[in-house]
């Protein structure tokens, strides 16, 4: 569990390809269509990719008792099964985000919302944010609204809340450009979907004034002192 960026079977970096190519996932052997791979040929499919750090999400917000989205965030992505990138965070966001919401005395319940949240956020594929201009951190958030507030394409105020979400995250994380970062776009979108729930919705989280990442390390395309979380910042 070395590492956590880049290729998970010989540590190298990823390539996107402009189209989608067959290629056979190097841990269960299943053929998948993919835009990615590492440049000596290796493919982990999502559902490979996400599964121990999807486990290790739900575990975790389960059990804690915090009001701090971010924080919990944090902890979760300390986890060696949490990768530098990967379509983990597309769970990872709204389930912290749902836990923080119940816990800051939102009325969900708890088991039937994180599990709805697996199931959604596991549907929504790596690479999103720059084959779909739709990056899976705000998509993450935009469910968690629409879960907590039961909202389906039927609904009314709560339809529009959930994509307005949604949006001002994308607005932020796009503010800040590429090359993108799993880490950057999941305090972003829980800083948004925070202040949005406590205007919209009256439930307070904790958020705090300042978030400083602590993974830039692992981030071979990390923006620096250009982005907001980097320890640079801080100096």
Known sequence: MENRSGCLVCGKPLEYYDTEREMTCSI???????????VDGHYICDRCHA??????????????GS??????????????YIYMHGNEHHI???AALIAAYRNAGGD?????????????????PGGSCGFWGCCGAAVSAGMFLSIVT????????????ANRLTGQALEAIGAMGGPRCCKRNTFTAIRVAADFVRENLGVEMEVPEKIQCGFSAENRECLRRRCPYHPGQFD
Request: hydrophobic residues 35%; neutral net charge; aromatic residues 6%.
């Open 28 to 38: 269960c052997g299943e053929r998948f269509p993919s835009a990615a791979g590492c």
């Open 51 to 64: 599964r121990r750090g999807v486990e290790t999400i739900i575990s975790y917000c389960r059990e804690s």
């Open 67 to 80: 009001k701090n989205p971010v924080a919990m965030a944090q902890e979760m992505m300390g986890n060696p």
């Open 92 to 94: 990872l966001v709204g």
């Open 108 to 124: 969900v319940d708890l088991e039937a919302a994180l599990q709805e949240m697996e199931a959604r956020g596991g549907k929504y």
């Open 150 to 161: 039961g909202t389906t394409p039927l609904s009314g105020r709560t339809w529009g809340l």
